[in-house]
């Protein structure tokens, strides 16, 4: 795939000038990207291996939010939570580890934990970038599993986009006839010198249900709105930006009926977002640039049964900046963030205050050097924090690179070892999630302390072109070792389950636990194909050797895109398999009846060019619909299925 050098000039908020160094002036076949090291450079030049997804591929395979795009990319397990959202894991470590970032800035839910990837918008995408494994010296506490960065596409050129999708599920529809709506919308122009930018989605999902002669419905009814505003424009020295997001997200699931009346229970939510970042980053320094970036965010939520509301209320803010030197063949980053958060949580009805103005703060500083050479580099790092309620914590971490050349082709070597760390956050000590007519409940523990890990890894990148040059073959396997104290993990605890029969968790400390495993990663590229295989293995055990829940030991991705040039378009077809979860105890220690421990779900895209302007598509999404079996009791059986359905779906786009 190709990629345009301006892309880069939005990643980080980097001038163009510092972009220039490593980028040519004509297009090229090479990824630029930064999440390795914080600066750009070229995939080839990454000390840190990193994947690259073109954001070309996800706007093609989701028209909605990120959670449906994630399945497509290699070493990350995307689960769907029992709330109807989406979480992910990488490497064995669950969502609250890993840290999604958007241009450089952290996607922070407002509680200091994972992201909803359902309420990330998939679209305005150049590219994502993925660095599997501990990254906590670059980019604090969250990053202890990896990072995941969307670099959105920048362009000065007005334009008007509108893309327009409907899709159903095929036999589990709640009501015949039920259709979904997807509406996006991209404007941009140039205002007295202020490029200006309009983001809109609006998600109209009607939910599905395996089996309508019962109350309960499988999947809640979604109404998602995004409205993302930005302008930015160059001075002499700076350049400023601004941007304000605005979501709306509201479920609806029918739960249960009260017996004896004809009153319905719903589970529901509705949450109202405000996000403000302001930026300003040097443009004239190309050797030492820097940034400063500031946030606020106000997050309101209500959620719960229809008969037992929960009013949550969170505000964040948070400051962060960085500044490059470059002192000979040295480059080194530094900089620092400053964070504070608060939460409270009531519930209305019943006038009861949970948790009343619970807060916390933070100071990191973070500096990372990178000595480079023709054919290796050593990155090396240290970031600090203070934290309001834990104290001070440190981390290091020590990352190689080595070139060597064959004549037919290219082989890099990469290894790093180093220390990760993260305190819990307010969710994980004080939130409650009460959602019994879904037949669970997590409970906060405010005696949590810290968790930390010692990491090491390694991979062989291999690269080479093959049949006269048609052929390009790209070939990565890497290993990776974590062992962590006090793991934070929600533990089923057995005394409260039996208690209040259902699955009560409760956020605790494990004292000690190991993760490891490989990545194998194959890519093949010729004229009109590409074809992309992915293998993971992992084992993760606590201090017992009892394996942690909700991680697949195996898991194998693969696609391939076939360009079909005579008639403009192009074939997408993908496939994830999951298998060998640790299977849960009852309260009685006794293992659950394994239902299903694995599956395969299989997806395909068909995407037309009929002019330069407009295009249309079809999609099928899961389909073998591929799911869990709802007639199973989860208090006795395990299905490692997801929540899914066989979706239909055709669309069209049109580019002013």
Known sequence: MYIKASLSALILALPIETIAQVTPDKEQTEHIVVTGTRTAKLLSNSPVLVDVIDGEIISKISQG???????????????????DGYNIQMQGFDGDHVLVLIDGQPIISPTGSSADLDQVPASNIAQIEVIRGAASVMYGSSAMGGVINIITNKTNEPALNLDYDISQYQGNTIEDGDFNHTVKI??????????????????????????????????????KKFLTLSTSKDHQVIATTFKYQWLNDKKLRDTSIIPGQSEIINYQTDVTQHQLDIGVNSI?????????????????????????????????????????????????????????????????????????????????????????KKNHQILAGMRSQYDSDFGWHNALRLSAMKNFTFESGKLQWRAGIGQSYRVPNLKERFYTFDHTALGYKVLGNKDLQPETADSINSSLSFNTTLANNTLDLRSDISVHYSKTTDLIDPIVDDKLSAEQGIEVHQYQNISEATIHGLDISTELTLTDWQLQLNYSYLTSED???KRLFSRPRHQIKFNVNYDLDAYDIELIAYAVYQADEAVPEDEFGVKKHVENNQYTTFNAVMNQAITPQLSWRISVDNIFDEHKNPAINNETSFDARPVSSRTIGAGISYQF
Request: hydrophobic share 35%; net charge negative; glycine share 6%.
């Open 65 to 83: 939010t990120l959670a449906q795009a994630l399945n497509y990319i290699p070493g990350v397990v995307v689960k769907r939570s029992a709330k």
């Open 186 to 223: 991209q404007a941009i122009d140039i205002f007295s010198g202020w490029r200006t930018q309009l983001n809109a989605l609006i998600i109209d999902d009607q939910g599905y249900d395996y089996n309508r002669d019962t109350v309960n419905q499988n999947a809640a009814s979604v109404d």
């Open 284 to 372: 004239r320094n190309k050797l030492s640039p820097w940034q400063i970036n500031g946030r606020y965010i106000n997050h309101q939520e209500t959620s719960g049964q229809s008969n037992s509301i929960r009013d949550t209320d969170i505000v964040l803010a948070e400051i962060n900046g960085q500044k490059v030197f470059q002192i000979q063949n040295i480059e080194l980053v530094t900089g620092g963030v400053i964070h504070t958060d608060s939460l409270d949580q009531i519930k209305p009805n019943e006038g009861i205050i949970e948790i009343e103005n619970e807060n916390r703060h933070s100071i990191e500083v973070f500096t990372q050097g990178n000595w480079i």
């Open 543 to 545: 201090d017992n050797n």
